[in-house]
């Protein structure tokens, strides 16, 4: 089971980091990966974090921009969010799928997802 937390209002170019946590050891996935969702729009995929290595993939929408970390065993994985803007404004997922060599799973690999957290960047 996934929780995400640390969602809620951020002004324009600011910051705000996401926890997603396990209940369980993460060991049953190779990969926890983090998406969003903005109303009326497909899911986008965000990025992920190995759970056995920490190597990270990124989107290029926002590669340089946001950062994935984990905690030592990836237990608990983070979404760091930087210079925020509207478009920003989602629902954002965390979710565990397999392991994969040189890049997160496809969406369809993802197992178990998380309920979501609301993130809305508004002046």
């Known amino acids: 089971q996934l929780v995400e937390s640390g969602g809620g209002l951020v002004q324009p170019g600011g910051s705000l980091t996401l926890s997603c946590s396990t209940s369980e050891r993460t060991l049953g996935y190779g990969a926890i990966g983090w998406f969003r969702q903005a109303p009326g729009k497909e899911r986008e995929g965000l990025g992920c974090?190995?759970?056995?290595?920490?190597?990270?993939w990124y989107s290029r929408s926002v590669k340089g921009r946001f950062n994935i970390s984990g905690d030592s065993d990836r237990r608990t994985v983070f979404l760091q969010m930087n210079d925020l803007q509207p478009e920003d404004t989602a629902t954002y997922y965390c979710a565990g799928g397999p392991w994969r060599l040189w890049s997160c799973p496809t969406d369809r690999e993802y197992e178990s997802w998380g309920q979501g957290t609301q993130v809305t960047i508004s002046s």
């Open positions: 974090i190995s759970v056995n290595d920490a190597n990270t």
